[in-house]
């Protein structure tokens, strides 16, 4: 693939490769979209928490309560796959 960058960008790009952060331009163009994928899947993750908010602040407002540690427990388990304390 060859990409065609604009000036100012490639004059970042060489840039960072000068500072010896990066040994060539494709590293440090790997880990700028590794940093996008990054974001994307936060973005993901807070979309995905603020539904999870929004129904329960409605089962709340329809009087329809949990154990909050049994709620925060099922919270990270949908976010992270596990507990993020053993308390």
Known sequence: MTVNLPAD???????RV?????ESPEEVLRAAVQSLEKE???????????????????????????DVDQ???EVEMELFGHKLTDE
Not at 9 to 15: D, F, I, T, Y
Not at 18 to 22: C, E, K, N, Q, W
């Open 9 to 15: 960008v490639a004059a970042l790009v060489n840039a």
């Open 18 to 22: 000068r500072s010896g952060d990066f």
């Open 40 to 66: 994307a899947e936060r973005s993901r993750q807070e979309a995905k928490l603020k539904v999870m908010l929004e129904a329960a602040v409605q089962q709340v407002d329809n009087g329809e309560t949990a």
């Open 71 to 73: 709620a925060f427990d």
